[in-house]
C-alpha cells in the first residue's frame, strides 16, 4: 500500500513532526530573527470542511476516480499546502480526482470532462511551488488527473542507452526499477522524492548536474501526450535538424496542452567513479568569481554548489563571513582525479582555500566522496529536502518561509544580487518585522549563474502568510526583471509566476503559443490560466 502524503508538508504523513518537535523549532527560530514565531495546531482531516463536489463521474469512470475529503484536499495544491494545510484552508478543492490506470482510462476521463465543460488540472507528485496545479478559481468544476497509476519503467534500450518510462513514476521509485540494470536518469531535483517523470517535463525542471545537462531537456528523446483533439507522439531520434523540434512544444508546457503519458528517456551507467572538493572563500564576491571561472573551462562538474555566508554558516558550520564552494564530478567509466585537480587549481588561482582533507577522490568503488567535512555538513541539512524542500524544518510553523530564483548573465549578476537582497529584506521588514536572506548557486554555466534565494520572517499578526508571500515575491521578482533576470530558471511558471512570464516573454510568442492550445485544446479545458490567459 503506498504511503499516505503529508497535508501540510512536502513528504510522508509518517514523517510529520509533532506538534511538540514544531513548538522546540518556533522557540529556535524565534530566537533568530529576533520576533516570536508561534508553531499552530493543525487541524485534523476529519475536521476539514470542504465544497461539496458539484458533479459526479459516471458509472464508467468511477472505479479510478475518487470525491473523498482526504483526495481533494491534497490535491487542491501543490508544495503551496505548505502554507494552507497548517490552518486546514481549503476554498476550492476539485471536484473529482481521476487516478487513470492505462491509457483508455485517460482517454476517458479526458473525453467526459471535454465533453461536460470541466476544467482539467494534470497532477504529478505535487511539487509545484508556482500554483501550477491548485485547481483555479471561478471556472466551474474541476477534475485533477492525477497520473500516480502510471508509474513503471516499460521498456530498456541498452544498446542505445534510453528507456520508456510511464509519466507518473516518482523519482526514487524510477530509479529503484533502473538500478538492477545498472542504468540510472540521474536527474535529481530537489524535489526528487515527491515529483515525477511527467511533472519533471512539464515544467522543465532542473536536477541534479549543476552545469552542461542540468534540464530535463537534455534527457527527452521522445514524448507521449494525450490531448483532447487525439495523441501526439514525437519520433525517437538522438537529434534532428528537421525544422522546430516538436518535443519542445510538449517540454515546458505545464499541462495547457495535454497530459504527458509517457517518454522516452536518455539514461546513462551509474557512476562508479566520483571525486569532490570543498573550497572556501573570505568573501562572497570572491567566491562567485571563482565558480565562473571554473564553469567557463567547461570542465562540467556535476556540483559547482556555491553557498553565501549565510548559508555556509548555517547549513555547513563555515565561519562567519566565509563563502563555500562545492565541487564534484562523476562518472561511470572514467576516473574523474584530473578534474578535480584542475578545479581545484583554478579556485586556488582564483583565492579559494582548499584543505587537502576536503579533497576526495573513489576510482571505480562506486562509493560516494560528499559524506564527510564541509561538503558532508551540507549535504545532511540539505539531503531532507528531498523531501521537504531547503525549507524542510520549517514544516508545520506557519511561518513566511519561501524561495525564489532565477539566472543572469554574468555581467549583469552582481547588480542583480545586491538588489534582490535589498529590496527581499526591506518587504520581510516591512510584513514581518524582519527576516533572514541567504542565496546559493544551484547550475552555473559559461555565460552566468543561477542563483536561489531562501527567505524566512516570522507571521505577522492579522495577516494571512499567503499575503505576506505575496509581498515578498512580488518585490523579488520586480527586482530579478528589472535586471535582466529570468522570472524562473526551474520553477516553472504556473499561477504564481504569470504577470512577470508575460513581461519575459515576447508578444509574438505568446500568440503563438495561444494557436497552439487552440488547436490541441479548442475548448481551453486544460490548466487555465497557466503560461496564457484562460
Not at 507522439?233 to 510538449?250: C, H, I, K, Q
Not at 582548499?354 to 577522490?361: G, H, I, K, T, Y
Request: hydrophobic share 40%.
Amino acid at each position: 500500500m503506498e504511503a499516505k502524503r503529508s497535508l501540510w508538508m512536502f513528504g510522508l504523513e509518517a514523517d510529520e513532526p509533532s506538534y511538540e518537535t514544531r513548538a522546540a523549532a518556533a522557540a529556535r527560530l524565534s530566537q533568530r530573527l529576533g520576533v516570536e514565531v508561534q508553531a499552530p495546531r493543525i487541524p485534523p482531516v476529519e475536521s476539514l470542511q470542504l465544497r461539496e463536489p458539484r458533479i459526479k463521474p459516471p458509472a464508467s469512470l468511477a472505479a479510478f476516480c475518487r470525491q473523498d475529503i482526504r483526495d481533494r484536499a491534497y490535491h487542491s495544491y501543490g508544495y503551496d499546502r505548505v502554507d494552507h494545510g497548517v490552518w486546514g484552508d481549503y476554498p476550492n478543492p476539485p471536484d473529482v480526482v481521476a487516478h487513470p490506470r492505462s491509457d483508455a482510462e485517460l482517454e476517458a476521463i479526458l473525453e467526459w470532462s471535454d465533453e461536460g465543460g470541466f476544467c482539467v488540472v494534470p497532477y504529478g507528485g505535487g511539487s509545484s511551488v508556482v500554483g501550477g496545479v491548485t485547481p483555479p478559481e471561478d471556472v466551474g468544476p474541476v477534475v485533477t488527473v492525477s497520473l500516480d497509476a502510471l508509474n513503471r519503467v516499460l521498456e530498456v534500450d541498452s544498446t542505445s542507452r534510453a528507456a520508456r518510462i510511464q509519466a507518473g513514476v516518482l523519482g526514487p521509485h524510477l530509479e529503484d526499477q533502473l538500478r538492477p540494470l545498472g542504468f540510472t536518469l540521474r536527474h535529481f531535483p530537489q524535489s526528487f522524492a515527491g515529483s515525477t517523470l511527467g511533472g519533471w517535463i512539464a515544467t522543465r525542471a532542473g536536477g541534479h548536474y549543476a552545469t552542461n545537462h542540468t534540464h530535463i531537456d537534455d534527457f527527452v528523446e521522445s514524448v507521449r501526450m494525450l490531448s483532447p483533439r487525439g495523441w501526439l507522439e514525437t519520433r525517437r531520434l538522438p537529434a534532428s535538424g528537421a525544422g522546430p523540434d516538436p518535443n519542445r512544444l510538449v517540454i515546458g508546457s505545464e499541462g495547457i496542452l495535454g497530459i504527458i503519458s509517457e517518454a522516452w528517456m536518455r539514461i546513462q551507467l551509474r557512476p562508479r567513479f566520483r571525486a569532490t572538493a570543498a573550497v572556501t572563500f573570505e568573501t562572497w564576491d570572491a567566491g562567485w568569481e571563482a565558480t565562473r571561472r571554473i564553469a567557463q573551462a567547461k570542465l562540467w562538474p556535476a556540483n559547482l554548489r556555491l553557498l553565501d555566508p549565510e548559508l555556509a554558516r548555517s547549513s555547513a558550520g563555515m565561519g562567519s563571513g566565509s563563502a563555500l564552494l562545492i565541487v564534484g564530478f562523476e562518472s561511470g567509466e572514467l576516473s574523474q582525479r584530473s578534474m578535480v585537480a584542475d578545479a581545484v587549481s583554478i579556485a586556488r588561482e582564483a583565492g579559494g582555500s582548499v584543505d587537502d582533507a576536503e579533497v576526495r577522490v573513489e576510482d571505480g568503488s562506486e562509493r560516494p566522496t560528499g559524506r564527510g567535512g564541509a561538503v558532508g555538513a551540507w549535504r545532511e541539512a540539505f539531503i531532507p529536502g528531498a523531501s521537504g524542500g531547503s525549507l524542510g524544518g520549517l514544516a508545520g510553523l506557519g511561518v513566511v518561509a519561501g524561495t525564489f530564483e532565477t539566472a543572469v548573465t554574468w555581467d549583469r549578476w552582481p547588480d542583480l544580487d545586491a538588489k534582490v537582497r535589498s529590496v527581499t529584506l526591506d518587504a520581510l521588514r516591512a510584513t514581518c518585522g524582519g527576516g533572514s536572506l541567504n542565496c546559493r548557486f544551484t547550475h552555473v554555466y559559461p555565460d552566468g549563474p543561477a542563483p536561489y534565494y531562501t527567505y524566512v520572517g516570522a507571521r505577522p499578526q492579522g495577516l494571512k502568510a499567503a499575503d505576506a508571500h505575496n509581498a515578498v515575491k512580488q518585490a523579488a521578482s520586480d527586482a530579478i526583471l528589472a535586471c535582466g533576470g529570468t522570472i524562473t530558471h526551474h520553477h516553472a511558471v504556473g499561477r504564481l509566476h504569470r504577470p512577470w512570464y508575460d513581461q519575459e516573454r515576447p508578444d509574438l510568442f505568446a500568440q503563438v503559443l495561444r494557436a497552439a492550445k487552440s488547436t490541441l485544446d479548442p475548448g481551453g479545458i486544460l490548466n487555465p490560466g497557466v503560461l496564457i490567459e484562460p
